[in-house]
């Protein structure tokens, strides 16, 4: 089976394409950074940009599955940078879909696509999509799931999957950006520090791309499914965890919400009439998703997809730490 992948040199891409090859798939990776590794491996690699529209629409010629992994992600940026990519890459992949005649569309969208400043306990795929929010990923990222879903047909069938806060070992974001603040004693608990969000391993993650992309005969297409490893965990004790097994002082010192969110102000404000590359250290955005209940009913998942979680928060944090402990 005929397959594009976009992202596929990136953490959860990667793991996507490994599966592939395993199932026999002839894969084709569009992406800036060509993966020689991948390339001996069979894979063919179409080295272009998300908007760039020509390239992406000859890339799904022939295929019978697009798996929309990549995206522009960050708290900070160009409203444009985002747009261009998330929004405008995405609407190039469904226009060369519609015209190969591709039949299925499998897109990697994000949980903060419903972000709504507050708690998120127990939410559901009926929370409406934001149109409100300091960050242009979740609202260029919720630009670009309402259209692939509103491009699902009888000839395309689409379905969008939400995972929430992807790591497991060789994740090289979400964990080593943590564990590098906090050594270097630059990270603060934001509220009081008893907040539980949801996480999903890699793995997991992986498996609801194959699940969902089955599942789109079915009850999926047109459809968004939260994917979580359905164990919350209250954040800061998974962090300070990690911290105290790799032989780290965990951290203790708090910060307000409040004074958080001053201080992200400031630092957009900076960011934005100074010439200073790379993120703030703190935005309006993070300090909510530090401070804020971020877990999710996966009920949907489960009942459509058939979704199970193979990996445990505890298998994946060991070898997690295993990992790291070794490296």
């Known amino acids: 089976m005929n397959t594009l992948v976009t992202g596929g040199t990136g953490f959860l891409g990667r793991r996507l394409v490994e599966r592939l090859l395993a199932e026999g798939r002839s894969i084709t990776v569009i992406g800036r950074t060509p993966a020689p590794d991948l390339e001996q491996r069979g894979v063919r690699f179409v080295r272009a940009s998300l908007d760039d529209a020509p390239a992406v629409s000859a890339a799904c010629a022939g295929m019978q599955t697009v798996f929309h992994v990549a995206a522009k ?46 708690d998120l306990r127990g939410a559901d795929e009926s929370l409406p999509l934001t149109t409100s929010c300091p960050s242009p990923y979740p609202l260029t990222k919720a630009i670009a799931e309402r259209e692939v879903l509103a491009a699902n047909s009888s000839a395309l069938r689409t379905v969008a999957l939400r995972p929430h806060l992807i790591w497991g070992v060789g994740d090289p974001h979400l964990v080593p950006r943590v564990l590098a603040r906090a050594k270097a004693g630059r990270l603060r608990i934001v509220g009081e520090g008893s907040n539980r969000v949801d996480m999903v391993h890699v793995e997991n993650a992986v498996d609801a791309q194959l699940l969902a992309e089955k ?58 009439i100074l010439p200073v590359k790379g993120e703030p250290p703190m935005t309006r955005f993070i300090a909510k998703e530090l401070a804020t209940d971020h877990w999710f009913d996966i009920s949907a998942a489960k009942r459509d997809l058939g979704y199970a979680p193979r990996i445990s928060m505890a298998q994946g944090t060991a070898e997690l730490i295993a990992s790291l402990r070794c490296s």
């Open 215 to 272: 599942a789109l005969d079915g009850a999926a297409a047109g459809r968004a499914y939260f994917i979580t490893n359905d164990e919350p965990v209250v954040l800061w004790d998974w962090i300070n965890g990690l911290l105290v097994a790799l032989g780290e002082k965990p951290v203790t010192r708090k910060i307000s919400l409040g004074a958080a969110q001053r201080i992200g102000a400031v630092c957009e404000t900076l960011w934005r």
């Open 73 to 118: 992600v960050g708290v900070w940026g160009r409203y444009e940078d985002f747009y261009r990519t998330n929004v405008l890459g995405t609407r190039a992949l469904l226009d060369g879909c519609r015209q190969h005649g591709v039949a299925r569309f499998v897109y990697t969208s994000t949980p903060s696509v419903v972000y709504n400043g507050g």
